[in-house]
């Protein structure tokens, strides 16, 4: 079965600095892999995903991750963080032919200026 | 104009009162889902239906029901509100790409407060 782990409910970083979202998962399949961001008052929003092509995706906002396979990790990454990446990000897995994403319990990023 | 839609957009009702949540969307997706989001639970799937004809439950759909009546909408129907059921709720929709779910697209969500 499918399931994801976020390490960390709560990130906060200084405005500039990296920011690193932790998500490891199992599946039985090869996986495709989603990160999602929702900012206050909003629905959930695609940042990014991999679907077995190229291991490191680029996504919108300046955010990317790297599929390891040897290590099931798919850690979310930024160089600098602004203050409008404070949101709550979400990353999953796609339960196969179930049809269904399996989501994290989600990691909320705080910037501080 | 957004490609999902969800009304209301935010509801306060009484114990017992039964409430429907709609969902409507433009990207011609077959796939539709119900999640309910509550504060360090993440997004828990309460049911999700592949075509007009297939539904299906998700993890927590005690205490709801949902209706498939078109490809483009589905509804969440909660036939007698508890205040646990108080919470974000989200539809989605998706495609099948290679026999794996692709994107899911969601909705700006429903805020429910049941009292």
């Known amino acids: 079965a499918q399931s994801v782990t976020q390490l960390g409910s709560h990130v906060s970083v200084s405005e500039g600095a990296l920011v690193l979202l932790r998500c490891n998962y199992s599946?039985?399949?090869?996986?495709?892999l989603f990160w999602y961001v929702q900012y206050p008052n909003q629905g959930l929003q695609l940042l990014l995903k991999?679907?077995?092509?190229?291991?490191l995706v680029k996504g919108i906002n300046g955010f990317e991750a790297e599929f390891k396979k040897s290590e099931t990790s798919f850690h979310l990454t930024k160089p600098s963080a602004h203050m409008s990446d404070a949101a709550e990000y979400f990353c999953?897995?796609?339960?196969?032919?179930?049809?269904?994403?399996?989501f994290g319990k989600g990691t909320k990023l705080s910037v501080k200026p | 104009d957004a490609d999902v839609t969800q009304t209301p957009r935010n509801r306060i009702t009484k114990t017992g009162k039964r409430i429907m949540l709609e969902c409507s969307q433009t990207?011609?997706?077959?796939?539709m889902y119900w999640y309910r989001q509550d504060p360090g639970l993440g997004l828990r799937l309460i049911y999700y239906?592949?075509?007009?004809?297939?539904?299906n439950k998700g993890e927590i759909s005690d205490g709801y029901s949902v209706s498939r009546q078109a490809q483009a909408k589905f509804s969440l129907s909660l036939e007698s509100a508890i205040p646990n059921q108080t919470a974000l709720y989200f539809c989605?929709?998706?495609?099948?790409?290679?026999?794996?779910?692709?994107?899911?697209?969601f909705g700006p969500g429903t805020r429910l407060t049941v009292l």
């Open positions: 989605a929709t998706s495609d099948l790409v290679s026999g794996l779910t692709d994107t899911q697209y």
């Open positions: 599946s039985s399949v090869p996986p495709y």
């Open positions: 991999y679907t077995s092509a190229a291991t």
């Open positions: 999953a897995v796609s339960a196969g032919s179930q049809g269904n994403l399996i």
């Open positions: 990207k011609g997706h077959d796939r």
């Open positions: 239906s592949f075509d007009v004809k297939d539904i």
